[in-house]
């Protein structure tokens, strides 16, 4: 397996444009995460799926900020608009037990 | 919100040297716990579980003091490349639910 993949690597907009960060998990995985990481704040948890359905969104910080999972191999972080203080690095996780597998993750800078 | 407190260091050691670092979580009804190794600009990855009893991998020992609340991890002979932030992981209901990290020790090791 290929592991966790996330798509795009880095991504740069400006400020009040819509933000598409995608995620493929690893196959047969029931759990998906998504983080945001910035110097400041860490590793903050935004939402998790479990069997695609969200259980926990009460980090995403606010509606402008909203996750997608359709189907058990894919899932979106939309963030629109966006405003500089979404730059970070956001990271995907999928996990079937225990230990969480995340992706590369998608830097994202917002001008 | 459970809470994961590590100190943010950054930890400088000599290359051979040991050096240790705790966590604390102020959730007692966790039941799982984790040391991630972070490298610079990657994705977290797993170092290690974390049992009741204390594991070993190497030159890594982790232990668990459930009564104190607080993990800790060791590094023996430390090398260069153990140069990293070290997170930890606490899961506070079983299974994948609500994994939560810690912002990380930052590890510099020095020849």
């Known amino acids: 397996d290929a592991g966790v993949i996330q798509s795009p690597r880095h991504e740069v907009t400006e400020m009040g444009q819509e933000v598409t960060l995608r995620c493929k998990p690893i196959?047969?995985?029931?759990?998906l995460f998504w983080y945001r990481q910035t110097m400041m704040r860490g590793l903050e948890l935004l939402i998790y799926?479990?069997?695609?359905?969200?259980?926990?969104d009460s980090g995403m910080p606010e509606d402008r900020f909203s996750a997608k999972m359709p189907n058990a191999s894919f899932s979106t972080l939309k963030i629109q608009p966006s405003e500089p203080r979404d730059s970070a690095v956001y990271f995907c996780?999928?996990?079937?037990?225990?230990?969480?597998?995340f992706g590369q993750g998608t830097r994202l800078t917002v001008v | 919100r459970k809470e994961v407190e590590q100190d943010p260091g950054p930890f400088n050691v000599p290359e051979g040297a040991t050096v240790a670092f705790n966590c604390t979580y102020s959730?007692?009804?966790?039941?799982?716990f984790f040391w991630y190794r972070q490298d610079c600009r990657k994705e977290p990855k797993l170092l290690m579980s974390?049992?009741?009893s204390g594991n070993e991998d190497g030159r890594f020992t982790a232990q668990l003091n459930r009564a104190s609340q607080y993990i800790s991890l060791l590094i023996r002979d430390s090398k260069l490349s153990d140069s990293a932030t070290y997170l930890c992981?606490?899961?506070?209901?079983?299974?994948?639910?609500?994994?939560?990290f810690g912002k990380g020790t930052h590890l510099i090791i020095q020849p």
């Open positions: 996780a999928s996990s079937f037990g225990y230990e969480a597998f």
């Open positions: 196959s047969g995985h029931d759990y």
């Open positions: 799926f479990n069997n695609n359905v969200p259980i926990d």
């Open positions: 959730n007692s009804a966790s039941q799982s």
């Open positions: 974390v049992y009741s």
């Open positions: 992981v606490v899961n506070g209901g079983g299974g994948a639910d609500g994994l939560t």
